[in-house]
């Protein structure tokens, strides 16, 4: 098969002379200084759990493929997360397969030899040249510890189940099976406890965007000055996870004013008024993937007005008592409906909603306030284990080793006319994650403040 290079506008003719001048001349750049990633005896367990699940099956889990951002340019690359929990590795169009017999092998594109072809120079997606170095075979069986082969040497014949929708070429090799439902299920449903590596990873990733939240209330100064001051603190907030880990875990949520109301506001372009609160909704991702997602409500000027205090205390008492539903065996539901019980008593209290609580949680009225749920799973996906049955997450119990979310809030609509004029315009959510403990659950993101009077003392210290 002819070699199939990935060009662009920036590649040039190459003459035979310039080829074969290419092909020679370079030094033995081969690392002798590899050693296993900390991820790899876990990876290592995590397959044969897998292995165990389907026993004498074929196993296929593909990385997953660059997406064209615009015309020539990728997106940065970033794995399936099952990929990823099962290897550590990082490349594009990789795939692990674990045999009928329980061996795994991993398939990569090695490292492009110097000595022949011309993709480490002209292929723009995988050539050295234009992306970097990848590791050779031997670098990747020792990095992941775990047979390696080249990608070229993949086939998917005979039956097999297949995490689908990943890498559309591996799909093509194979029909769909209705065992890949219940594999990609599986795959999701491994995640929900939290081996002792992973909870290490995220407490890093929950310490760091405490970090960035500081970094954020130091800058509000000079982001008060300026016309798109939300994106000014998205970019103090992105360099924070830059410098700590791989990226954001997902687009930060810089909501000024009613912008707080929209509940994925990524926009950020507004101004800050010092009148104003600051909902800001952001998470480091580590290196190895696992993100944080902390949110917190501030008040621009460093003080809550009597009307924002009065909203803000209300998430915080809905917020605490969520947090002490959470312990093994409570149901995953129950921590939401707490929290939307003080919501309706609130909204009771205030004469917003005449029904009763009771009421008010049969009739979801107090939803047109709060509308969506009140927290969720994490860990390599912001929304962790999504594609979970319902019995084993939504309607299930807490388990020791989950990491999850706790969220409420209120959003109160500018435009919406069952509100005193006071009233419309705010929205406030505080997220914190926690970890299910033997006998209750451990606040992770315990370093930011939550009460409002900590708040205030927080951001003046800074």
Same mark, same amino acid.
């Given at each position: 098969?002819?070699?199939?290079?990935?060009?662009?506008?920036?590649?040039?003719?190459?003459?035979?002379?310039?080829?074969?001048?290419?092909?020679?001349?370079?030094?033995?750049?081969?690392?002798?200084?590899?050693?296993?990633?900390?991820?790899?005896?876990?990876?290592?367990?995590?397959?044969?759990?897998?292995?165990?699940?389907?026993?004498?099956?074929?196993?296929?889990?593909?990385?997953?493929?660059?997406?064209?951002?615009?015309?020539?340019?990728?997106?940065?690359?970033?794995?399936?997360?099952?990929?990823?929990?099962?290897?550590?590795?990082?490349?594009?169009?990789?795939?692990?397969?674990?045999?009928?017999?329980?061996?795994?092998?991993?398939?990569?594109?090695?490292?492009?030899?110097?000595?022949?072809?011309?993709?480490?120079?002209?292929?723009?997606?995988?050539?050295?040249?234009?992306?970097?170095?990848?590791p050779d075979l031997a670098e990747a069986a020792e990095l992941y510890q775990v047979r390696c082969a080249h990608i070229g040497r993949f086939d998917l014949t005979g039956p097999a189940r297949v995490?689908?929708?990943?890498?559309?070429?591996?799909?093509?090799?194979?029909?769909p099976s209705v065992g890949d439902a219940e594999f990609e299920g599986f795959l999701s449903e491994m995640r929900l406890l939290k081996d002792e590596w992973e909870v290490g990873q995220l407490q890093?990733?929950?310490?760091?965007?405490?970090?960035?939240? =500081?970094?954020?209330?130091?800058?509000?100064?000079?982001?008060?000055?300026?016309?798109?001051?939300?994106?000014?603190?998205?970019?103090?907030?992105?360099?924070?996870?830059?410098?700590?880990?791989?990226?954001?875990?997902?687009?930060?949520?810089?909501?000024?004013?009613?912008?707080?109301?929209?509940?994925?506001?990524?926009?950020?372009?507004?101004?800050?008024?010092?009148?104003?609160?600051?909902?800001?909704?952001?998470?480091?991702?580590?290196?190895?993937?696992?993100?944080?997602?902390?949110?917190?409500?501030?008040?621009?000027?460093?003080?809550?007005?009597?009307?924002?205090?009065?909203?803000?205390?209300?998430?915080?008492?809905?917020?605490?008592?969520?947090?002490?539903?959470?312990?093994?065996?409570?149901?995953?539901?129950?921590?939401?409906?707490?929290?939307?019980?003080?919501?309706? =008593?609130?909204?009771?209290?205030?004469?917003?909603?005449?029904?009763?609580?009771?009421?008010?949680?049969?009739?979801?009225l107090y939803r047109r306030y709060t509308l969506c749920s009140s927290g969720h799973m994490l860990g390599l996906d912001l929304h962790d284990c999504a594609r979970s049955r319902a019995e084993v997450?939504?309607?299930?119990?807490?388990?020791?080793?989950?990491?999850?979310?706790?969220?409420?809030?209120?959003?109160?609509?500018?435009?919406?006319?069952?509100?005193? =004029?006071?009233?419309?315009?705010?929205?406030?959510?505080?997220?914190?994650?926690?970890?299910?403990?033997?006998?209750?659950?451990?606040?992770?993101?315990?370093?930011?403040?939550?009460?409002?009077? =900590?708040?205030?003392?927080?951001?003046?210290?800074?």
């Amino acid at each position: 098969m002819s070699e199939q290079l990935n060009t662009g506008s920036h590649d040039l003719p190459i003459t035979g002379q310039l080829a074969d001048f290419m092909r020679t001349g370079w030094a033995d750049t081969r690392r002798t200084d590899v050693s296993a990633l900390p991820i790899a005896p876990w990876a290592a367990k995590r397959r044969a759990a897998l292995a165990a699940r389907f026993p004498g099956e074929r196993l296929v889990v593909p990385s997953g493929t660059l997406k064209v951002r615009s015309n020539d340019s990728d997106y940065r690359f970033r794995p399936h997360s099952a990929y990823s929990y099962l290897t550590g590795a990082a490349e594009p169009g990789d795939v692990l397969v674990i045999e009928p017999s329980g061996e795994a092998t991993l398939y990569v594109r090695p490292r492009s030899p110097r000595s022949e072809g011309q993709e480490f120079y002209r292929d723009r997606r995988y050539g050295e040249f234009w992306v970097g170095r990848r590791p050779d075979l031997a670098e990747a069986a020792e990095l992941y510890q775990v047979r390696c082969a080249h990608i070229g040497r993949f086939d998917l014949t005979g039956p097999a189940r297949v995490l689908r929708g990943v890498d559309s070429s591996v799909d093509a090799m194979l029909p769909p099976s209705v065992g890949d439902a219940e594999f990609e299920g599986f795959l999701s449903e491994m995640r929900l406890l939290k081996d002792e590596w992973e909870v290490g990873q995220l407490q890093s990733a929950v310490d760091a965007t405490a970090r960035g939240f =500081e970094d954020v209330v130091r800058a509000l100064p000079q982001a008060l000055g300026h016309p798109r001051g939300e994106r000014y603190l998205e970019g103090v907030f992105g360099l924070r996870s830059r410098l700590e880990g791989n990226a954001v875990g997902y687009d930060s949520i810089v909501a000024s004013g009613a912008h707080a109301c929209v509940l994925h506001w990524i926009r950020n372009d507004g101004a800050l008024r010092p009148d104003d609160m600051l909902l800001l909704d952001a998470g480091v991702e580590t290196d190895t993937l696992y993100t944080a997602d902390v949110t917190r409500t501030l008040p621009l000027s460093g003080r809550f007005s009597p009307v924002q205090r009065q909203v803000y205390e209300l998430v915080y008492e809905a917020q605490t008592a969520a947090i002490a539903t959470l312990r093994p065996g409570a149901r995953f539901r129950d921590f939401h409906l707490a929290a939307m019980r003080v919501i309706c =008593e609130g909204l009771n209290a205030w004469g917003l909603l005449k029904d009763s609580p009771d009421a008010l949680l049969e009739s979801g009225l107090y939803r047109r306030y709060t509308l969506c749920s009140s927290g969720h799973m994490l860990g390599l996906d912001l929304h962790d284990c999504a594609r979970s049955r319902a019995e084993v997450y939504l309607d299930g119990v807490l388990e020791e080793g989950m990491v999850l979310t706790v969220e409420p809030g209120l959003y109160l609509q500018p435009d919406d006319l069952t509100l005193p =004029e006071e009233f419309r315009g705010l929205g406030v959510r505080i997220e914190d994650d926690l970890e299910i403990t033997a006998d209750g659950a451990r606040l992770m993101s315990g370093a930011l403040p939550r009460h409002p009077d =900590e708040v205030e003392r927080w951001m003046a210290a800074l």
